[in-house]
């Protein structure tokens, strides 16, 4: 049993006993060793993630040949790449674990038989879903607002545990700096 995510569908939903250990036949357990892709570009993005325990992000490789974080999840929350799983195209990303990682995991067509026995986790997706994209709301208007400094720290004070967790070169490419520069920023805070 899933006492995280337990936790995680009872901030949404309601199930007894019997359903969740009924919906939880629906996924995978997945263990991922640091720095492993679950998925590369050109794959066909065929599952969701569930985060019981690490970190993942998802990046591209822009053509420079540096990597372009887009997305961190940790317990609790979801990754996948939606566009590429909703039309079953190639992805465009890579999501790689950023320390040891266990998810769990469903694909396309379990999810679909999942709803259709379970009308309510179809409720909790959806819920899921207007949370994460709320979020990349708020992320969007926070880049063009704030000055870079003031991303970092807001960033740093909605999120401490990522700050504490991800190394510093992938913090940076997510807030879109180079990693000297979050450095500086860093080392201005300190004085």
């Known amino acids: 049993m899933s006492v995280i995510f337990r936790k995680n569908l009872e ?3 309601t199930l007894n006993d019997q359903n969740f250990d009924e919906v939880l036949q629906y996924f995978d357990h997945k263990t991922i060793k640091k720095k ?24 591209f490789i822009k053509e420079n040949g540096l990597e372009q974080t887009t997305e961190f999840a940790i317990e609790q929350w979801w990754m996948t790449d939606n566009f590429s799983f909703e039309r079953r195209l190639p992805t465009t990303f890579y999501i790689q674990a950023v320390e040891p990682t266990t998810v769990l995991s469903i694909n ?24 994460s994209y ?44 180079t990693p000297e520069y979050l450095s500086e920023i860093r080392s201005k805070r300190r004085s």
Request: proline content about 3%; glycine content about 4%.
């Open 11 to 13: 901030k949404f939903i």
């Open 36 to 59: 492993q892709n679950l998925m590369e570009e050109g794959d066909y993005c065929s599952e969701i993630y569930f985060v019981e325990q690490g970190c993942l992000r998802m990046f």
């Open 108 to 131: 396309n067509d379990k999810r679909e038989a999942l709803f259709k026995i379970h009308p309510i986790m179809e409720q909790y997706f959806r819920m899921v879903y207007q949370r």
């Open 134 to 177: 709320a979020a990349s709301q708020r992320r969007i208007r926070y880049l063009y607002e704030f000055t870079r400094e003031e991303l970092y720290f807001h960033f740093e004070g909605q999120y401490p545990e990522f700050v504490q967790r991800i190394p510093q070169y992938m913090l940076a490419s997510f807030l879109g700096f």
